[in-house]
C-alpha cells in the first residue's frame, strides 16, 4: 500500500503564495503521475496540477502562471507553489499519485489540506 501525507495549507491573504508538498511511503511500484487536485464546498473535485514520470506537466487553465508543481523523485515527493493566490483557490487540496502495479493502474489519494485565501 501506498500513503500519502500532505502539509503546507493555511490560511493567506489575496496575493500571497503558499507551498504544498506530498510525501508518498510504503511499497510504491512505478508511479505514472503525482499531482494535485482541488475540492472547494458544494462542487466537484478538480485537477490543479500534474507532474508525470516524464516531467511533464499539465495545470488546470485558472491556475496557469500562477502555480507550479514539482517532484522529488529520491523523496517520492511532490510539491505545489502557489502565487498570487485569489480567494477563488479556497478548496482542500488532494494529493493524487497513480501506479502501474502487476498491470493495474492504481489511484492514491491523500488526506486533504485546507487552503484558504482571504479577500
Known amino acids: 500500500q501506498v500513503q500519502l501525507v500532505e502539509s503546507g495549507g493555511g490560511l493567506v491573504q489575496a496575493g500571497g503564495s503558499l507551498r504544498l508538498s506530498c510525501a508518498a511511503s510504503g511499497t510504491i511500484f512505478s508511479i505514472t503521475s503525482m499531482g494535485w487536485y482541488r475540492q472547494a464546498p458544494g462542487k466537484q473535485r478538480e485537477l490543479v496540477a500534474v507532474?508525470?514520470?516524464?516531467?511533464?506537466?499539465n495545470y488546470a487553465d485558472s491556475v496557469t502562471g500562477r502555480f507550479t508543481v514539482s517532484r522529488d523523485n529520491a523523496k517520492n515527493t511532490v510539491y505545489l507553489q502557489m502565487n498570487s493566490l485569489k480567494p477563488e483557490d479556497t478548496a482542500v487540496y488532494y494529493c493524487?499519485?497513480?501506479?502501474?502495479?502487476?498491470?493495474?493502474?492504481?489511484?492514491?489519494w491523500g488526506q486533504g489540506t485546507q487552503v484558504t485565501v482571504s479577500s
Open positions: 507532474i508525470r514520470s516524464g516531467e511533464s506537466t
Open positions: 493524487n499519485l497513480k501506479e502501474w502495479r502487476y498491470s493495474i493502474l492504481n489511484n492514491y
